[in-house]
């Protein structure tokens, strides 16, 4: 397989704050430099971008010194934290803006779905769209002509065909988008992870379509997403980015294992410093909360969970007790448990460790969310934290099912089936 | 599919930083000729959706605007029209004008009203502004179209001498210097708005301002033993607005050198302004 997108040495960089008078000064600067000859003053500065620590400086590598190259026929999956340079890095293959050093070499037609339905306008029909929409994603005429029943069929929207598309329900609008979308023919697709939208059903639709894109046709297709099963289900290769670099590259298996052990830290917490500063208050002061697998080294439906909570107490003589709460990220309460750790009012001062396990088959895939309660008599709050932490569970193929399958738990119910034949009586 | 590992191999495209302001691309324009042609029909279909009249519109502001010189600068200021029959003295200047004025003020804003499209897909970002000017032709072809509906009138019922010759031709070749010149212009400021958009509060009186300037409410004979008769001689769209007038009505001063000024001012603000854009093009998302 021969090489089709060879990427060397990409950097970009950004200037925070606003445009305004100051940028003039850079400006001329920076041409004065040219002018001489001389390289850019404000390239050696910028920092790596991490978003959570305030810098000293104007400029942000947003990109830095990116290599890597892709085959033709493999799936790239890019993942990567919210603003680790994912979509940065999309831009600029899909050539939106270009880099600020480096360079991309690429062998046939490329098309990028950053977004559906770019440049629809809502006063045109669906079938002005289709074309208007289809010509922007660079198909000619012709081609879309060749297409368009099916891409209106794939859609479901014949009947509105000739309805304006404000019209239209948001469904429907991103059906018939995604369907001129997934009737490109390019060599390379780029896609990003806000294609996937719309219903279930649909979801699936497209992901199969791009599965049909690069398997069947032989077609390379870059994909940045934050969802772990689609990534090990659709991709070949991946693509660990963080902090505006590439992290690590491989398989896919191994790019989303890199990726979530990086990303363990959320799911534990330990304090080291000094008591009094710990999260927490007069009453209270946790010291350590982990979320681990029961078995195995990945936290997926199987896999169980075992949590350990480490706290200290400063409420002697009282009745104490620490509950769990856990909601989907979408806000779900899962369950509200309370761990009751005293009840004839002698709790004593000092170090508690509680340990906790949710059995094998009971979390759906997702991502999970840890509240703390602490609580006096089952009544009185001594001090509670929401979010304190989060963790995912993973989704995996069960039976014959790999789909992510709507759904906070997922139990493994044990079923009794009996049949009986009706008989005209 | 594993065969050549050379070094020299071919790749169809290459990204990077900045090339040469020289490397302009237009076989590529060429390539996505269907995708112009449809942002032409979607600005002329899109505008009057929703409208009984629909595209009649067009029609109603050179109409209005007719009417309205007609009565500040005929009837109250009393500027002679060079023996041209008033109504069709004005709406001729405004028919011409009005097509160099929207040229102008829609491409000096394509950037920046086009950012949502630009940033999520590639195509050349000339195309828009040429849409434009395309859709605009459009739009002028149904004001001339009122321009000659009036001149037959006159002919037919005032006796007014309609000239139908050989000058005609020189139309198109008028309409192409004034949108070469709207389309410059509009680049070179689009390009300059996506970082400082200083330059948006200019254009929109700029080119009202630009108006007075030009004989289209006063014919440039009028300004004759005028001091500042040579200012306005010197702006490139004078011979322009003159010229489509003798074309027309074979009065009114106008010579060949005229024209040729104006043509090479727009063949400097043409290579300049694509220039100029097709620096901007590459990174503008990241400053608009």
Known sequence: ?425 | MSQQTDTTEHWDLEIKPQSSVFDLNLKEVWRYKDLMLLFVKRDFTAQFKQTVLGPVWHLVQPVLTTIMFLFVFHTVAGIDTDEIEPILFYMSGITIWNYFASCLTNTSNTFVANASIFGKVYFPRLILPLSVVLSNMARLGIQFLLLLGCMVFYALFKNTPMHFGMSWLLIPVLVLIMAGIGLGLGIIISSLTTKYRDFTVLVTFGVQLLMYATPVAYPLSFLKSKSYASFIEWNPLSPLVEGFRYALFQTGNFNFNTLIYSFVFMLIVLVFGTMIFSKVEKTFMDTV
């Open chain 1, 1 to 425: 397989m021969s090489t089709i997108i060879k990427v060397e040495d990409i950097s970009k960089q950004y200037r925070l704050g606003q445009v305004s008078t100051g940028t003039i000064s850079h400006d001329v600067n920076r041409w004065w430099h040219r002018v001489r000859g001389k390289e850019d003053p404000y390239l050696k500065i910028g920092e790596t971008n991490d978003r959570t620590s305030t810098g000293n400086s104007d400029y942000v590598w947003a990109l830095k010194d990116i290599n890597f190259e892709v085959k033709q026929g493999e799936v790239l999956g890019i993942i990567g934290r919210n603003g680790a340079g994912k979509s940065t890095l999309l831009k600029i293959l899909s050539r939106t803006t270009a880099p600020t050093t480096g360079s991309i070499k690429i062998k046939g037609r490329v098309a990028s779905l950053l977004e559906v339905g770019t440049g629809f306008h809502p006063e045109l029909s669906g079938r002005e769209n289709v074309f208007l929409n289809g010509a922007i994603l660079g198909m000619s005429k012709q081609e879309i002509k060749r297409k368009f029943d099916e891409i209106v069929s794939f859609a479901g929207v014949e009947r509105y065909i000739d309805t304006p598309v404000k019209r239209y329900s948001s469904g429907m609008y991103v059906r018939l988008a995604f369907g001129v979308a997934a009737h490109l023919e390019p060599e390379i697709l780029i896609v990003d992870e806000v294609l996937a939208v719309g219903d279930a059903e649909f979801q699936k639709k497209c992901l199969g379509k791009m599965k049909d894109v690069s398997e069947r046709e032989g077609r390379t297709v870059l994909f940045v997403s934050h969802n772990m099963a689609a990534v090990k289900q659709l991709c070949t290769k991946g693509l660990v980015m963080q902090h505006g670099m590439n992290r690590f590259s491989g398989t896919q298996y191994e790019a989303v294992n890199f990726y979530q052990n990086a990303h363990q830290t959320n799911s534990s917490f330990l304090y080291e410093g000094h008591l009094t500063d710990a999260p927490g208050n007069e009453n209270i002061r946790i010291l350590r909360f982990d979320v681990n697998p029961l078995k195995g080294d990945c936290l997926s439906i199987s896999s169980g969970v075992a949590f350990e909570l480490e706290f200290y107490n400063h409420k002697g003589g009282i009745n104490l007790d620490a509950t769990f709460e856990l909601k989907s990220s979408d806000e779900i309460v899962v369950f509200h448990h309370g761990a009751i750790l005293s009840q004839q009012n002698d709790s004593k001062r000092g170090l508690y460790k509680v340990k906790g396990t949710l059995p094998p088959h009971f979390l759906n895939a997702g991502i999970f969310i840890f509240n703390l309660i602490f609580g006096e008599n089952q009544r009185i709050a001594l001090f509670a934290i929401n979010d304190f932490i989060q963790f995912e569970v993973m989704n995996e193929t069960i039976g014959s099912n790999a789909n992510q399958l709507p759904g906070v738990v997922r139990p493994a119910i044990q079923y009794t089936v009996s049949h009986a034949s009706y008989e005209q009586q």
